[in-house]
């Protein structure tokens, strides 16, 4: 246990960011039980540590521990918290609890066996606590932590830093907070190099190598988290990473489920069943019409990539990404994380059954949505709109 100790002390003494996630804010720590999933690459971890460093003068009321330290190979994480409660801690944080057997029947009966510790554990996004073996939903309150959104970079890039933006307020009021903002900083060129490169706050690594990293990203969600959590085959492995290439070539897609399955060789079940893995991945975003639930057979109207950065990083160059695609990929990534978003009968996207979007660049016209109620043009590659037309980039404010 000692051993656990030390890198957790490790870690805090090494936690210097003072960048906060939208979601640090969000959370209510008050709650017994927390879960918080996302991608890998979106800063889970560093999100859990700056809370303890933050809130825990007393290093010894809390704890954090990753599920993958070999100390707990031979050793319990009900046995850890038994021991740690002992000596007088109140809060357990667990990183990466779908390396761990057992996980959610060890979490269930460190929520009932100790009811003064509170717990807030992490895991991949493929990780679904209302499925598992033990009953999660009645303890645990989950959110799910995304990528940067554009204002998030703009403040780790020490640019400016902006207000959250509802929907709401965008719609009625775009001209004036765009214009604000287009006085004080160069917006455009900005977003364009958000979009290729700053979704994953891994890029503050160095933008050298991003799209490597982003890429032993998804090699690891693939190859290690998706096995831990789904009964998925070497075999299956292959062939979902084979359909991620299939699809990045091809988004936005429109899936003909028969074609699709022709082509990669495989049953029309085990096609659909990969496309639910990679969405549950964060590497894909299914796009569905309105009340049609998602479901592991459910097949979709439309399929993207997760985020902008991924067409960058899957594809060979930046003349083989697609700006339309590009375009809706952002709006649909950006959009998705505070409201529904489905396909409509016209347009791009529908967003919370109300509002029609049509999404393209500067010389985007309203035809083909000219007769919707609630109906707008997103256009990209300009700092202002006008009316019922609304510059993409102010999209990326709402969280």
């Known amino acids: 246990m000692d051993s656990l100790l030390n890198t957790y002390r490790k870690l805090i003494s090494a936690e210097k960011s003072d960048f906060k996630r939208y979601l640090h804010s969000d959370i209510d720590w008050?709650?017994?039980?927390?879960?918080?999933?996302?991608?890998?690459?979106?800063?889970?971890?560093?999100?859990?540590?700056?809370?303890?460093?933050?809130?825990?003068?007393?290093?010894?009321?809390?704890?954090y521990v990753s599920l993958d330290n070999l100390w707990l190979s031979k050793n319990?994480?009900?046995?850890?918290?038994?021991?740690?409660?002992v000596y007088g801690g109140t809060h357990l944080f667990?990183?990466?609890?779908?390396?761990?057997?057992?996980?959610?029947?060890?979490?269930?009966?460190?929520y009932d066996n100790y009811p003064d510790l509170k717990t807030v554990f992490t895991g991949s996004s493929i990780l679904e606590i209302y499925k598992s073996d033990a009953d999660l939903s009645r303890r645990a309150v989950k959110y799910e932590l995304h990528g940067l959104s554009f204002r998030e970079y703009l403040s780790l890039e020490k640019i400016i830093d902006l207000?959250?933006?509802?929907?709401?307020?965008?719609?009625?009021?775009h001209i004036d907070i765009a214009d604000d903002i287009r006085n004080?900083?160069?917006?455009?060129?900005?977003?364009?190099?958000?979009?290729?490169?700053?979704?994953?706050?891994?890029?503050?690594?160095?933008?050298?190598?991003?799209?490597?990293?982003?890429?032993?990203?998804?090699?690891?969600?693939?190859?290690?988290d998706l096995p831990s959590i789904e009964k998925i085959d070497y075999n299956g492995i292959y062939n979902v990473k084979k359909l991620l290439?299939?699809?990045?070539?091809?988004?936005?897609?429109?899936?003909?489920?028969?074609?699709?399955?022709?082509?990669?060789?495989?049953?029309?079940?085990?096609?659909?069943?990969?496309?639910h893995y990679l969405n549950k991945a964060a590497l894909t975003n299914q796009l569905?019409?309105?009340n049609k639930g998602m479901s592991l057979l459910t097949k979709p109207e439309k399929v993207y990539l997760n985020?902008?950065?991924?067409?960058?990083?899957?594809?060979?160059?930046?003349?083989s990404a697609n700006i339309g695609n590009v375009r809706e990929t952002f709006f649909f990534n950006q959009l998705k994380v505070r409201h529904d978003v489905n396909l409509p009968k016209s347009g791009d996207f529908l967003i919370d059954k109300k509002y029609t979007f049509e999404v393209g660049g500067k010389g985007k016209s309203f035809e083909q949505i000219k007769d919707l109620k609630n109906s707008f043009v997103v256009a990209d590659d300009i700092e202002m709109g006008i009316g019922n037309k609304i510059p993409l980039w102010l999209f990326g404010l709402m969280y």
């Open 30 to 63: 008050n709650e017994r039980m927390t879960g918080i999933t996302g991608a890998r690459g979106t800063g889970k971890t560093t999100l859990i540590l700056q809370h303890i460093r933050d809130n825990f003068p007393d290093r010894n009321k809390a704890v």
């Open 76 to 85: 319990s994480l009900l046995d850890f918290a038994e021991r740690f409660s």
């Open 94 to 110: 667990i990183d990466e609890v779908h390396k761990y057997p057992n996980w959610s029947l060890e979490l269930k009966n460190v």
């Open 163 to 173: 207000p959250v933006l509802p929907l709401n307020e965008i719609l009625s009021n």
């Open 184 to 224: 004080k900083i160069k917006v455009i060129p900005l977003f364009k190099q958000y979009l290729k490169n700053g979704y994953y706050p891994i890029y503050k690594e160095g933008i050298r190598n991003y799209f490597t990293k982003i890429t032993n990203i998804i090699n690891t969600t693939l190859e290690k």
């Open 245 to 275: 290439m299939v699809l990045a070539n091809l988004v936005p897609y429109t899936p003909n489920i028969e074609k699709l399955s022709a082509e990669m060789q495989l049953n029309r079940a085990s096609t659909l069943k990969y496309l």
């Open 288 to 290: 569905l019409v309105p």
């Open 307 to 319: 985020n902008s950065n991924l067409i960058y990083a899957l594809n060979v160059d930046d003349a």
